[in-house]
């Protein structure tokens, strides 16, 4: 089992920046991909950014990039989100998810296993 634990969010200005931060427990040596979700009131979860294992290769959704980078501490099991440039349809909880897989799915909810329980995230116009 792998146990993630969203911090950083909180209450943020239009073109303002966060960093969210997912520390991982437990079994994280068979993790391969990380990835941030979101989910705005009213709305599905949507796929933000992901990782691989060895950081060199990184993925975002459209309306993120150029804005948001994505990045991991293996040594110290944290995956960390670098939001920018934000605006109010960044608004939502935000969650950490983790995989085993090595897919080319990175995008999809189902292929990850282990979630934290979310850090909301408010950008106010």
């Known amino acids: 089992q792998v146990q993630l634990v969203e911090s950083g969010g909180g209450l943020v200005q239009a073109g303002g920046s966060l960093r969210l931060s997912c520390a991982a427990s437990?079994?994280?040596?068979?993790?391969?991909?990380m990835a941030w979700f979101r989910q705005a009131p009213g709305k599905e979860r949507e796929f933000v950014a992901a990782?691989?294992?060895?950081?060199?290769?990184?993925y975002y959704v459209d309306s993120v990039k150029g804005r948001f980078t994505i990045s991991r501490d293996n040594a110290r099991n944290t995956v960390f989100l670098q939001m920018n440039s934000l605006t109010p349809e960044d608004t939502a909880v935000y969650y950490c998810?983790?995989?085993?897989?090595?897919?080319?799915?990175?995008?999809?909810?189902?292929?990850?296993?282990?979630w934290g329980q979310g850090t909301q995230v408010t950008v106010s116009s």
């Open positions: 998810a983790a995989s085993n897989y090595l897919t080319t799915a990175y995008y999809a909810s189902t292929n990850y296993m282990y």
């Open positions: 437990g079994r994280t040596a068979s993790t391969n991909t």
């Open positions: 990782i691989r294992r060895s950081g060199g290769s990184t």
